[in-house]
């Protein structure tokens, strides 16, 4: 299937500092949801800031690589440019809904900038309601202001601000962070319906293996700014080949398995100071001296010497 979003040999540094994404290459395609796992500090959002061209701080830029939205490649363009392209083209759901709803403009106002931020003014009670419908508010939210909502109905606007102009692509960062499993199911179908009925292309940024599991057709494991293994989800889930991956799947509570999970040791490396080789020899089980001098190529789906044992 052809990508919306083509995401090849990404590189994002600190000017003057560390590499934080090494040379990553994903592929969104259209009706389909392709998650991005790993630990914290991985660099999966700072592959999403990549993609929006808004980083958290001004020193961070992409240094190598392409980034092809529909065929056009987003680094070329000029700024405004890829500014209009958010929003109508890409839409962004972010972690922390508090983080990004104004505590003084009620749930349509927020609705409304994002038509207004692209230049449309007409019929707007009319879309801000259509928007919250399809994220299954009623109408009355509208006129309600963030603290007047639960933390689902809030990430709830988001989601409905970031669909309003019909994207191509959405990128969700962790849309379910610190909610309920049942409000979590049902942020997690409005995603799912969008992207079945009108061709969304969805990268869904998470660690959690169970969302990736029942939301994904597709998962790349993220681990110290490189992928170091993609697949279809259920040949992942069935026969991860990377220790990482192996890990992180021993590491989920199965109630159907006897043993205990296992605790992965060691954490992801800092930015400044990553192993040479495989970046997660420090914590392989299964390293030898070829892992600790010389990074393994992606072949096959999985960047490990070792896939094969």
Known sequence: ?????????????????????????????????????????????????????????????????????AG???????????????????????????????????????????????????????????????????ASAAARFPHELSGGQRQRVLIAAALALDPAVLIADEPTTALDVTVQAGILEVLRREASARGLGVLLITHDLGVVAENCADVAVMYAGRIVEQAEVRRLFRAPRHPYTQGLLASVLDPGRDAPPFAMPGGVPPAHAMPTGCRFHPRCPLVVAQCRTTAPPMRDGVACWRAEA
């Open 1 to 69: 299937m052809t990508a919306v979003l083509d995401i090849d040999a990404l590189h994002v540094a600190v000017a003057g500092g560390p590499t934080l994404v090494d040379g990553i290459s994903l592929k969104v395609t259209a009706g389909q949801t392709l998650g991005l796992v790993g630990e914290s500090g991985s660099g999966k959002s700072m592959t999403a800031y990549a993609v929006l061209g808004l980083f958290p701080a001004p020193a961070i830029r992409v240094t190598g690589g392409a980034i092809r939205l």
């Open 72 to 138: 056009t490649d987003l680094l070329g363009l000029p700024a405004d440019a890829r500014r209009r392209l958010r929003g109508r083209q890409i839409g962004m759901v972010f972690q922390d809904p508090s983080s990004f709803l104004d505590p003084l403009l009620t749930a349509g106002r927020h609705i409304a900038e994002a038509f207004r931020a692209h230049g449309i003014t007409t019929n707007m009670p009319s879309r801000v309601q259509a928007a919250l419908a399809r994220v299954d508010l009623p």
